[in-house]
């Protein structure tokens, strides 16, 4: 009888050896199936991850946000801040890389965000603790191989277990059955354009007056403050597979081009979060930011690829004067990512405190 546990036993420097070696094989699976989530079921996330001035500033620089109070102890103390918090966009994608493991690495996309609240500025050296909740699973009549999970998650600080973000996702997660469906079209869309404003405004500057300012000229006139920012930002390999996996983002999306090759995107795609804070930083760039306080109805309508590039619009919903501190005003703004051929790839409702020009 053949001693298997001998190491010259097999060759398996032999290709078809090898081969039929692999064939046999179960393989340790990572990630979970759409099966595997129920309504009420709570994880806790083991990963763990200890937020650094490095990081926020690999993903800042990367990402063309440049914010000073992000990177320097003296604006960050003008700005009220007791120290130099990390940049929101990295917490962000920090908290929900670590999820990525237990809720998406089977490889579904990423499809939308809501409720996200900054808690409170955190800094450099806060180690994470991250749960989430299942609030909501459904197949999907469109795309038979998939079905629908939404979580509540919360990432805290590990130490002092205060709340310092939460928010609901959306993700579509691969079926291990595919499920009959009631025949949905993939990608339909309406016929005909809709309507649009016959003006569009800018702001004239930065600061919260230039915002309210221009959107007091939408009162009267079929107008909307809406504009576009020249910057781009064409994803390589630093973008799309690096920043995901510094955050401990392990779904195949970003980083298996083998995998990925059979999926709707048929390649590796951009990490949602790192082709949202582009844009944001787009939009940022043309504006007097104080704080972020909140995003709504964030959506990814469409992969972003290597090559691709991404810039940003953004359009002005309200101004609110009595939402902030005395030095700043509440704007909300609707922001899109788009690529090269002009399609929305992301979009999003954010409310941030913008600095007034005293
Ligand atoms: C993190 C992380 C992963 C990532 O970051 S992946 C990268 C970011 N995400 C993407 O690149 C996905 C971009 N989206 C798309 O390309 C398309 O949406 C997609 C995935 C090809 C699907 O397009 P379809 O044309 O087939 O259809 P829909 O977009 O209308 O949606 C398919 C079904 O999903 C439902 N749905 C869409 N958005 C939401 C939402 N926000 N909340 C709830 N449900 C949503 C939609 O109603 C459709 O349902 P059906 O029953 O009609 O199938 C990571 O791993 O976590």
Redesign the pocket.
Known sequence: MTDWTDPDALDLSDGETFDSLLDRADTREKGHFFEFFAEGDELTHEPGLQLTHHGSEQWMGQTLNHDPAYWRADTARERGFDERPVHPDYLLACV??I??ED???K????????DVTFHQPVTAGTPLSVTSTVV?T??????PK?G?V?WETEGRDRETGETLVSYQ????IPRREPAA??G?A???QDEGGPALPDTLVSPDGKYFEDFRRALDTTQEENTAVAYRHERGRTMDDQLVAGL?LATL?T????HNRDEMADS??GDI???????RSIALAHARSDEATYRERRFA????????TLGDTVYGFTRVLDCDPDAGPEQAGAVTFEHVAFNQEQTP??SGRRTALIQRNT
Do not use: C, W
């Open positions: 929900m890389g999820t990525v809720l998406s690495e490889g579904g996309y990423f499809l939308g965000r809501d909501d459904k197949t999907s009549s469109s795309r998939y629908i939404t996702r959306t993700n579509m469906t009631d949905g993939v990608g339909e995901p983002n779904a195949r999306q970003h709707p995107s795609v951009a990490y949602g979060d790192v082709t109805d964030e959506r990814f309508h469409d992969f972003v790839v992301y």
